[in-house]
């Protein structure tokens, strides 16, 4: 059993499951999927979908929430 291990909430998380980005360097659009740990160290990460090909990537929270990620507005 793990003891301290501190969970990642939705209300610690920026982008939230469902919503969509754009990647600023590529201009890709993305979907986050969940919200996840990464094994290895524990860190608190993103996973995400390719809007374009449906490729699934993972990124670490401190690297999807340093400015190359902006949330998109849709329109209804």
Aim: net charge negative; proline share 5%; glycine share 6%.
């Amino acid at each position: 059993m793990f003891q301290g291990v501190i969970q990642m909430t939705n209300d610690q998380a920026p982008f939230l499951p469902g919503q969509k980005l754009q990647h600023l360097k590529t201009g890709g659009f993305y979907r986050i999927l969940h919200l996840a740990k990464i094994e290895a160290t524990l860190e608190d990460a993103y996973v995400y979908e390719a809007l374009i090909n449906h490729t699934i990537w993972i990124r670490p929270k401190l690297e999807m929430e340093d400015g190359r990620f902006i949330p998109i507005i849709e329109n209804n």
